[in-house]
């Protein structure tokens, strides 16, 4: 899609969310020049705060690139916001299926059609406790492996300071600044040619979430952890410690010597990346 096929809806939600944008935040906007000027293609994105969507979304706007953002489909046949979420161009994500590769056909079709599909891959705001990338979902590899599209990596830093994730109460003054950081596509070439099992999808999203991190890196001048936050490992250790904390202590070296079940890794419609 070129730079000029905005459409209307699109341009009537610029009209409405950016005079508020404008003034209440200050910008740092930078890599704009790596953002494509035609075809289909990806952007992986971090996600800190339930306002960086529109702030991302102005940015990129910004570009002449308007942003498909991946949403529960159920969201499309609700009235007035399905009629947005419709007129907008977003794309819904089909989280009742049981196939992986049909629960983002539709992002699929948007980047054949030569669309820009946003992808939070983290699939929810982050959880780490310094605002780093955290372990993502598989899904943008997924998109990006079947279509073999661009992937841009982009960073974001600033809307978490309006409002950090998890919490309601806003920070609007002082004034904030936004900053985004756009990094050149990502070279997946290397996974083309081989089968999309569960450990090259892992692989690919690490790479993909490895250049975000270095973007963020770069934004916030200070280095992120070398292992990613990983919320479903923090689980798991949290109920060892619970039952290490609930087993007496004559039997705790039995207890330690079982060996924890192998978790399975099975695709699945859940692994998206809209964080909506």
Request: a positive charge.
């Amino acid at each position: 899609m070129s730079r000029r096929r905005i459409g209307f809806w699109y341009r009537l939600a610029a009209v409405i969310c950016k005079p508020p944008l404008a003034v209440l935040i200050k910008r740092d906007w930078r890599g704009m020049e790596h953002i494509p000027a035609d075809g289909g293609f990806i952007t992986a994105v971090n996600h800190n705060s339930h306002v960086d969507p529109f702030a991302y979304a102005h940015y990129q706007y910004n570009t002449g690139r308007v942003p498909r953002f991946l949403a529960k489909s159920g969201l499309f046949k609700k009235g007035f916001v399905g009629a947005v979420m419709r007129g907008t161009g977003q794309i819904p994500v089909y989280r009742e299926s049981t196939d992986a590769l049909s629960a983002f056909r539709a992002a699929i079709e948007a980047v054949n059609r030569g669309e820009c599909v946003a992808f939070y891959p983290e699939g929810t705001l982050t959880r780490d406790p310094d605002g780093w990338p955290m372990a993502a979902k598989t899904g943008a590899a997924r998109v990006a492996l079947q279509t073999k599209c661009p992937v841009v990596p982009v960073a974001q830093w600033g809307a978490n300071e309006i409002l950090p994730p998890y919490t309601k109460k806003p920070h609007l003054f002082p004034r904030k600044t936004h900053h985004v950081l756009a990094g050149p596509p990502v070279d997946l070439s290397r996974f083309y040619d081989r089968e999309m099992t569960a450990d090259v999808l892992r692989e690919a999203t690490e790479v993909i979430m490895a250049a975000v991190t270095r973007q963020l890196e770069e934004i916030r001048g200070e280095k992120a952890p070398a292992v990613p936050y990983d919320p479903r490992r923090e689980r798991i250790e949290q109920r060892r410690r619970t039952r290490a904390q609930s087993v007496p202590a004559g039997e705790s070296q039995v207890q330690d010597t079982v060996p924890a079940p192998a978790a399975e890794v099975t695709p699945t419609a859940t692994e998206g990346g809209s964080g909506k």
